[in-house]
């Protein structure tokens, strides 16, 4: 069986996931979801899109169109640095997001929810808030910062890839 239509159609289910998800429906959710919404909806898609992160490099991987096919293709010292490197990058992102950021960020929400009914009032009300509160929203800014740069690494090396295989077309 060839695999290269099951190479290009993973390609570009990756990519146009990660930009959809990250530029256009996570921001369209944010501004038009109130904050509750938002969050439960984050926190449904985030496992799928994260997994799909993780999973699709290693289908595209799995189906490099090359003279030496797949996995060894991708091996081949030509190949290291143009194929199996943004390849590794975005299934080692997507492992990051997956594993050990979405855990994170959904604990400190956790936590922010349960701080908020402590202190009576939301994590994201005007000032003043509860020191504890002021650590929470700082301690989920930065976890979700760091994730938000993981994604983007994700998505470089998975355009710089693309960049690779365009070249490979004839």
């Known amino acids: ?6 190479h290009i159609l993973s390609y570009g289910t990756l990519l146009g996931t990660q930009i959809f998800q990250s530029f256009i429906g996570g921001i369209i959710a944010f501004r038009r979801l109130p904050r509750p919404q938002f969050a439960t909806l984050q926190t449904g898609i985030f496992p799928i899109y994260f997994g799909l992160q993780t999973a699709l490099p290693v289908v595209i991987a799995l189906t490099v169109p090359s003279s030496q096919g797949g996995v060894t ?19 080692v992102a997507g492992v990051i997001n997956l594993l050990v950021m979405h855990p994170l960020v959904t604990k400190t929400m956790r936590d922010r929810k349960a701080q908020e009914t402590r202190d009576g009032k939301k994590s994201y009300d005007p000032p003043p808030h509860s020191k504890e509160m002021l ?3 700082k ?20 355009a710089y890839y693309g960049v690779v295989l365009s070249k490979r077309l004839s």
């Open 135 to 137: 650590a929470l929203n």
């Open 1 to 6: 069986m060839d695999p290269r239509p099951f």
């Open 73 to 91: 293709g991708v091996l081949h010292s030509d190949d290291r640095y143009s194929t199996l490197l943004p390849l590794v990058t975005a299934f």
């Open 139 to 158: 301690k989920f800014g930065k976890l979700h910062g760091l994730s938000s740069l993981v994604n983007l690494i994700s998505i470089a090396a998975t």
